[in-house]
Nanobody, 124 residues
Framework: VQLQASGGGLVQAGGSLRLSCTASGRSQSRYAMGWFRQAPGKEREFVAAITRSGGSTYYADSVKGRFTISRDNAKNALYLKMDSLKPEDTAVYYC??????????????????WGQGTQVTVSS
């Protein structure tokens, strides 16, 4: 499956953004999906995951209560709503399709496909 992320941009601290990811090639309903991010000078890290049906989600502690992952399988779309953004959320955000069916703390070894990334910059 090919993934294309969009929706990044520049926002002030405390603001909100919604990232989108569209899938092509294979129906995204076949995959559990998620988001990773990579800040400058840091390793890529897990952000959030969602099961194929959307019935279960999992978040990194750093974003729990502020970010919401969701999906619309009819539109082959994945979303990440980010509220109460902080400067430390600044990163390139990647949507991913998992090799497996669960929503949990993904490692890079769990990932079947990566999107190309979208930049999110939060100013203080």
């Amino acid at each position: 499956v090919q993934l294309q992320a969009s929706g990044g941009g520049l926002v002030q601290a405390g603001g909100s953004l919604r990232l989108s990811c569209t899938a092509s090639g294979r129906s995204q309903s076949r995959y559990a999906m998620g988001w990773f991010r990579q800040a400058p000078g840091k390793e890529r890290e897990f952000v959030a995951a969602i099961t194929r049906s959307g019935g279960s989600t999992y978040y990194a502690d750093s974003v729990k209560g502020r970010f919401t992952i969701s999906r619309d399988n009819a539109k082959n779309a994945l979303y990440l709503k980010m509220d109460s953004l902080k400067p430390e959320d600044t990163a390139v955000y990647y949507c991913v399709a998992s090799k497996y069916s669960g929503a949990y703390y993904y490692t890079e070894a769990d990932i079947n496909s990566w999107g190309q990334g979208t930049q999110v910059t939060v100013s203080s």
